[in-house]
């Protein structure tokens, strides 16, 4: 059993925690569904997890003929940010631990990809609620 986890966080299906892949740029274009990522690094204290935090989107998301909202995504992401500076992120989010040394990716441990799934189930339905209510 993989010690090293990633947390796939759709649009609108479930949740999943996978092991992290030796190739990772493979398996985040397949997750995301993509050909050019970003990472948006994010702070991992406010929520509890250790060795820092990635979330990786799709760097064009944005420009697709219908973006799809992410509000759980969002959500962890506010929730990292300690409530500041919300944007709205849109399509699959694929989050991983921070990086080593050497800027290689590191992964989540099954305890803190839990963390991340709870936060994200969460978050996603008050994000949700915000938007609902100010429109």
């Known amino acids: 059993m993989s010690d090293s986890y990633a947390v796939v966080v ?3 299906d479930d949740i999943k ?3 992290l892949e030796d190739d990772d740029l493979a398996m985040y274009h397949r997750e995301i ?3 050019t990522v970003e990472v948006v690094a994010l702070d991992a204290l406010p929520l509890g997890v250790a060795d820092g935090l990635y979330m990786w989107v799709d760097e064009d998301g944005q420009f697709v003929p219908e973006p799809r909202l992410n509000p759980r995504a969002t959500g962890v992401a506010l929730a990292a ?3 500041r500076f ?3 992120y849109v399509g699959v989010a694929v989050f991983t631990g921070g990086a080593d040394e ?3 990716t590191l992964g989540l ?3 803190d990809a ?3 799934k709870r936060i994200a189930i969460a978050s996603g339905e008050q994000v949700k609620a915000y938007l609902r209510d100010k429109n």
Do not use: N, Y
């Open 10 to 12: 759709p649009t609108d």
């Open 86 to 88: 919300l944007t709205l």
């Open 102 to 104: 050497e800027g290689e």
């Open 114 to 116: 839990e963390v991340i």
């Open 17 to 19: 925690i996978i092991a």
């Open 81 to 83: 940010r300690r409530g």
């Open 109 to 111: 441990t099954w305890a």
């Open 33 to 35: 569904g993509c050909t």
